[in-house]
């Protein structure tokens, strides 16, 4: 049983980087058939795709947040991390690190962490 | 932000059957498997619905699904108590190249 877990600030000023962490439980970080992805959930409700990246560091982002964007894996440590730089207010939400099954395409979500909320204020 | 439109709310008695809505476009639904979440208050969402119409393990069989076009359904029969939660539907997207989810429908159980 796969188990996710979200760490990082719970609060982020505006113009600075927001930086998570995702500890990964029960299933290696380097298996094939599985990609790592973060997600956000808005507090109106609205859920959006941020990206994901998989063994082999290759990741890839939400266009619309691509330049700010970067994520890694730490194999040693099964964690996979989210960096986004110059948050404003609207960067405000739950973030959720997710698992995307990727035996066949398209992908989907089977699994998620508890989620984390981080607040971008002054 | 949530391209794929669902009602905000909907509501049942106990017993009853409820179905939720999901729309989308030809480069999400109408391409690929719909998929559907249950997110109970205060957890993490759950997979609910895979492939448009499959149960994971463990899901009971008052959950179903189905797609036409590039619209879906979630259909809950027998609604209970513990349905209650919030259900959103999600479908990969051909142009952001990620999944794709809707805003969520917020189940009430009268």
């Known amino acids: 049983q796969v188990q996710l877990q979200e760490s990082g600030p719970g609060l982020v000023q505006p113009s600075q980087t927001l930086s998570l962490t995702c500890s990964v439980s029960g299933v290696s970080i380097t298996n094939g058939i599985y990609y790592w992805s973060w997600i956000r959930q808005y507090p109106e409700r609205g859920l959006e795709w941020i990206g994901y990246?998989?063994?082999?560091?290759?990741?890839y982002l939400n266009p619309s947040l691509k330049s700010r964007l970067s994520m890694s894996m730490d194999t040693s440590k099964n964690q996979f991390s989210l960096r986004l730089s110059s948050v404003t207010a609207a960067d405000t939400a739950v973030y959720y690190c997710?698992?995307?099954?990727?035996?066949?395409?398209?992908?989907?979500?089977?699994?998620w962490g508890q989620g984390t909320l981080v607040s971008v204020s002054s | 932000q949530s391209v794929l439109t669902q009602p905000p709310s909907a509501s049942g008695f106990p017993g009853q059957r409820v179905t939720i809505s999901c729309s989308g476009s030809?480069?999400?639904?109408?391409?690929?498997?719909v998929y559907w979440y249950q997110q109970l208050a205060g957890a993490a969402p759950k997979l609910l619905l895979h492939?448009?119409?499959e149960r994971p393990s463990g899901v009971p069989d008052r959950f179903s699904g189905s797609k036409s076009g590039t619209s879906a359904s979630l259909v809950i029969s027998g609604l209970q108590s513990e349905d209650e939660s919030l259900y959103f539907c999600a479908s990969w997207d051909d142009i952001l190249t990620g999944p794709m989810f809707g805003g969520g429908t917020k189940l009430t159980v009268l």
């Open positions: 030809t480069s999400n639904i109408g391409r690929n498997f």
């Open positions: 990246v998989y063994y082999g560091g290759r990741a």
């Open positions: 492939r448009n119409d």
């Open positions: 997710a698992r995307l099954v990727a035996t066949t395409f398209p992908f989907y979500v089977d699994s």
